[in-house]
């Protein structure tokens, strides 16, 4: 067997182990599927039984095989990559939530939103083209939780404007840089696991804007210095999201396993090749190492994890050898020489900017530029009970009504970042991931209308605005997941640059060159799912710059016909 057809086959593996998995969890398994597991070397020993049986519910899916006391590895990892969106993205919320608490009166809060953007767009921009080699993954969460944790106390404990920004500034290079290694990280667990991966990931980070208001509006009494203070603490939970929840690869595929055979029938069967497949050690190319370089536990068994490319475990190509387990020492040199160049990294970034990271970046300037610009003008005389009863109570005064638009934002934003994970639709197809952001622009187009000239209905306008906030909130949203689920979940797309593979059609003798062009194909994905996080944030720091002008703008234009809300403000 050729070097590239162990290529082939190892790539689509765990990726057919996983499918199988869902399969059988709905109950749609077939003797075909049956076939093919057994024929890829899927195995099982003993008499194990999965945890628990899956129902065929979308939304159920995931929790059905979820127990308190023993939680299985699939729930786990759903879980740890939730709690990782929420962790990682929940204190950028704290610091917009509080900014008028960390400002000396007079000094616009677009300050706080510039400090809180800027470093997290340039850790996406230059971070993906400045790494050479493989990402480390738990030096990388390291870094992160120290830097988050301490630019929040440098915000929290020292009083002075150029202090706080600095420490917002530390806080948002920290949250940039997490988001981009965690989603780099769903890639190191194969194609179908990546989706669920960047699903779950895509959902917590939508959490995160209500658990982030929420958790500033509880410590709040305690003031800036005892609530951030406190909040402080939350980087130190994602740092054990992550070596203390996630489990590897080799959990996952017995789990998966496992519930394939228990689902047809409940027998249990070693294959040939199966032992293998049980012994292959994953590549540590991607910073999950075993030595002093990673102290994440096996959530089961207690060894050391190793989670990168699912690829290298083949137990149909014995003949190509996974990448040893163990310090980097290890790793034979040539595999250590693997990188990619700048130019490979252009080559590969050329083809994801029209279908992927300029939709991103239209969506999140023309969103952000609602929420900040446009929505502070949405003002309307404070609903009376007798007209609008729910309204009535929850607006109050004229400055009520942008935290409702906010609150409403959030919500959606969350609903529509869990369309994959909690509600299983499906994600927006390529082809049609121009259209939230054309949404956007008409939401945008149709709201600052609204605020100069005034034409929606009287007695429904606060419903309107509100309503159209909350599409805006589920286009941005299900744009997001739906980009990097492309993405993660489409590896075959990615452009194989590596010098020492042959042109297609054209075998390679050297399984020693094919190993290594499967570590240059994982840190190929790994790039890919980089560079398009740029895309969001962009968006976001030109909709701060733009907003600006454009909120006193609006509100000269409502003053100038009579409608003078946006001065009382």
Same mark, same amino acid.
């Given at each position: 067997m050729?070097?590239?057809?162990?290529?082939?086959?190892?790539?689509?593996?765990?990726?057919?182990?996983?499918?199988?998995?869902?399969?059988?969890?709905?109950g749609?398994?077939?003797?075909?599927?049956?076939?093919?597991?057994?024929?890829?070397g899927?195995?099982?020993?003993?008499?194990?039984r999965?945890q628990?049986?899956?129902?065929?519910s979308?939304?159920?899916?995931?929790?059905?095989?979820?127990?308190?006391?023993?939680?299985?590895p699939i729930?786990?990892?759903?879980?740890?990559?939730?709690?990782?969106?929420?962790?990682?993205?929940?204190?950028?919320?704290?610091?917009?939530?509080?900014?008028?608490?960390?400002?000396p009166?007079?000094?616009?809060?677009?300050l706080?939103?510039?400090?809180?953007?800027?470093?997290?767009?340039?850790?996406?921009?230059?971070?993906?083209?400045?790494?050479? &080699?493989? /990402? #480390?993954?738990? %030096?990388? +969460?390291w870094a992160?939780?120290?830097?988050?944790? !301490?630019?929040? *106390?440098?915000? @929290?404990?020292?009083?002075?404007?150029?202090?706080?920004?600095?420490?917002i500034?530390?806080?948002?290079f920290?949250?940039?840089?997490?988001?981009l290694?965690?989603?780099?990280?769903?890639?190191t667990? &194969?194609? /179908? #696991?990546?989706? %669920?991966? +960047?699903?779950?990931?895509?959902?917590?980070?939508? !959490?995160?804007? *209500?658990?982030? @208001?929420?958790?500033?509006?509880?410590?709040?009494?305690?003031?800036?210095?005892?609530g951030?203070?406190?909040?402080?603490?939350?980087?130190?939970?994602m740092?054990?999201?992550?070596?203390?929840?996630?489990?590897? /690869?080799?959990q996952? %595929?017995?789990?998966?396993?496992?519930?394939?055979?228990?689902?047809?029938?409940?027998?249990y069967? @070693?294959?040939?090749?199966?032992?293998?497949?049980?012994?292959?050690?994953?590549?540590?190319?991607?910073?999950?190492?075993?030595g002093?370089?990673?102290?994440?536990?096996?959530t089961?068994?207690?060894?050391?994890?190793?989670?990168?490319?699912?690829?290298?475990?083949?137990?149909?190509?014995?003949?190509?050898?996974?990448?040893?387990r163990?310090l980097?020492?290890?790793?034979?040199?040539?595999?250590?020489?693997?990188?990619?160049?700048?130019?490979?990294?252009?080559?590969?970034?050329?083809?994801?900017?029209?279908?992927?990271?300029l939709?991103?970046?239209?969506?999140?300037?023309?969103?952000?530029?609602?929420?900040?610009?446009?929505?502070?003008?949405?003002?309307?005389?404070?609903?009376?009970?007798?007209?609008?009863?729910?309204?009535?109570?929850?607006?109050?005064?004229?400055?009520?009504?942008?935290?409702?638009?906010?609150?409403?934002?959030?919500?959606?934003?969350f609903?529509?970042?869990?369309?994959?994970?909690?509600?299983?639709?499906?994600?927006?197809?390529k082809?049609?991931?121009w259209?939230?952001?054309?949404?956007?622009?008409?939401?945008?187009?149709?709201?600052?209308?609204?605020?100069?000239?005034?034409?929606f209905?009287?007695?429904?306008?606060?419903?309107?605005?509100?309503?159209?906030?909350?599409?805006?909130?589920l286009?941005?949203?299900?744009?997001?997941?739906?980009?990097?689920?492309?993405?993660?979940?489409?590896?075959?797309?990615?452009?194989?640059?590596?010098r020492?593979?042959?042109?297609?059609?054209?075998?390679?003798?050297?399984?020693?060159?094919?190993q290594?062009?499967?570590?240059?194909?994982?840190?190929?994905?790994?790039?890919?799912?980089?560079?398009?996080g740029?895309?969001?944030?962009?968006?976001?720091?030109v909709?701060?710059?733009?907003?600006?002008?454009?909120?006193?703008?609006?509100?000269?234009?409502?003053?100038?016909?009579?409608?003078d809300?946006?001065?009382?403000?």
């Amino acid at each position: 067997m050729s070097a590239r057809e162990h290529r082939s086959q190892s790539f689509d593996r765990d990726d057919e182990c996983e499918q199988g998995y869902q399969m059988a969890s709905l109950g749609q398994s077939t003797a075909g599927s049956r076939t093919t597991s057994a024929a890829n070397g899927y195995a099982v020993r003993g008499d194990a039984r999965p945890q628990s049986s899956p129902s065929a519910s979308p939304l159920s899916s995931s929790f059905s095989i979820f127990s308190i006391l023993h939680p299985s590895p699939i729930a786990l990892f759903s879980l740890s990559f939730f709690l990782l969106g929420l962790l990682n993205n929940a204190l950028y919320v704290v610091i917009l939530t509080s900014a008028l608490e960390l400002l000396p009166q007079g000094v616009p809060t677009g300050l706080v939103a510039l400090a809180n953007i800027g470093p997290a767009l340039v850790a996406k921009a230059i971070w993906p083209y400045a790494l050479k &080699g493989r /990402v #480390r993954y738990a %030096r990388r +969460v390291w870094a992160c939780t120290a830097l988050s944790t !301490a630019g929040i *106390l440098v915000v @929290a404990l020292v009083p002075t404007l150029g202090a706080r920004l600095v420490g917002i500034s530390m806080a948002s290079f920290s949250s940039g840089l997490g988001e981009l290694t965690f989603l780099q990280l769903c890639t190191t667990y &194969g194609v /179908v #696991r990546a989706g %669920r991966g +960047v699903g779950w990931f895509a959902s917590g980070t939508g !959490a995160a804007g *209500l658990f982030g @208001a929420g958790a500033w509006w509880v410590v709040r009494p305690l003031g800036v210095k005892g609530g951030l203070g406190l909040l402080s603490a939350l980087p130190l939970f994602m740092a054990a999201s992550y070596f203390l929840v996630l489990p590897s /690869v080799e959990q996952l %595929r017995d789990f998966e396993t496992k519930a394939v055979f228990a689902a047809r029938g409940g027998g249990y069967q @070693a294959v040939p090749g199966g032992e293998a497949a049980d012994d292959d050690d994953d590549d540590d190319d991607h910073g999950q190492e075993a030595g002093s370089d990673d102290g994440r536990q096996d959530t089961a068994s207690g060894a050391r994890p190793s989670t990168t490319i699912d690829s290298m475990h083949s137990s149909s190509a014995p003949t190509l050898t996974p990448l040893p387990r163990g310090l980097d020492e290890t790793i034979p040199s040539e595999h250590k020489q693997v990188r990619l160049s700048f130019n490979d990294k252009l080559a590969l970034l050329r083809p994801m900017l029209l279908p992927f990271i300029l939709p991103l970046v239209l969506v999140y300037l023309a969103e952000y530029t609602i929420n900040q610009g446009v929505a502070p003008t949405l003002l309307y005389p404070v609903p009376q009970p007798s007209r609008h009863l729910l309204l009535s109570w929850l607006i109050k005064k004229l400055s009520d009504y942008y935290p409702l638009y906010q609150l409403t934002y959030q919500a959606f934003v969350f609903l529509s970042r869990s369309s994959i994970s909690l509600l299983g639709l499906p994600p927006i197809p390529k082809r049609l991931l121009w259209m939230p952001a054309f949404v956007q622009v008409g939401i945008l187009g149709l709201l600052a209308s609204e605020s100069v000239y005034a034409w929606f209905r009287e007695s429904l306008a606060r419903s309107l605005c509100l309503v159209f906030v909350g599409i805006e909130g589920l286009a941005g949203g299900w744009a997001y997941v739906s980009v990097f689920y492309q993405i993660g979940t489409n590896q075959r797309e990615a452009v194989t640059t590596s010098r020492g593979v042959d042109e297609e059609g054209v075998e390679s003798e050297d399984d020693e060159v094919a190993q290594a062009d499967l570590v240059r194909r994982g840190q190929e994905q790994e790039f890919r799912v980089g560079c398009v996080g740029v895309g969001d944030s962009l968006g976001i720091l030109v909709a701060s710059l733009v907003s600006m002008p454009l909120q006193l703008g609006l509100c000269d234009a409502q003053v100038s016909r009579g409608r003078d809300l946006c001065r009382q403000v």
